[in-house]
Nanobody
Framework: QVQLVESGGGLVQAGGSLRLSCAAS????????MGWYRQAPGKQRGMVAL???????NYVNSVKGRFTISRDNAKNTVYLQMNSLKPDDTAVYYC??????????????WGKGTLVTVSS
């Protein structure tokens, strides 16, 4: 069994910063990639940032230059540093990961989400 647990959400004023964390635990053999998605009220969930096992990153255009994704492989943890936050960044942020377990099955996992609210 694998679990993803997010932390770091909250309320911040426009222009402020937040750092999200997501720790994976359980029967992990390898984490293939980790990333963050977000879902604003009335909108579909969409990718924010991804990072592969070799450190390659990908961002949605709207956060490029403001958000930075990173990972600590020793801690099975991914971070999302969010700077220059805008009200449009308000959403529930979900951690996502593809993980190969100890039985060599690769599966996709989701965290429960953490709310980020940016006030104007």
């Amino acid at each position: 069994q694998v679990q993803l647990v997010e932390s770091g959400g909250g309320l911040v004023q426009a222009g402020g910063s937040l750092r999200l964390s997501c720790a994976a635990s359980g029967s992990i053999r390898r984490i293939n990639y980790m990333g963050w998605y977000r879902q604003a009220p009335g909108k579909q969930r969409g990718m924010v940032a991804l990072i592969t096992s070799d450190g390659s990153t990908n961002y949605v255009n709207s956060v490029k230059g403001r958000f930075t994704i990173s990972r600590d492989n020793a801690k099975n943890t991914v971070y999302l540093q969010m700077n220059s936050l805008k009200p449009d960044d308000t959403a529930v942020y979900y951690c996502n990961a593809e993980i190969t377990n100890i039985d060599y099955y690769a599966m996709n996992y989701w965290g429960k989400g953490t709310l980020v609210t940016v006030s104007s």
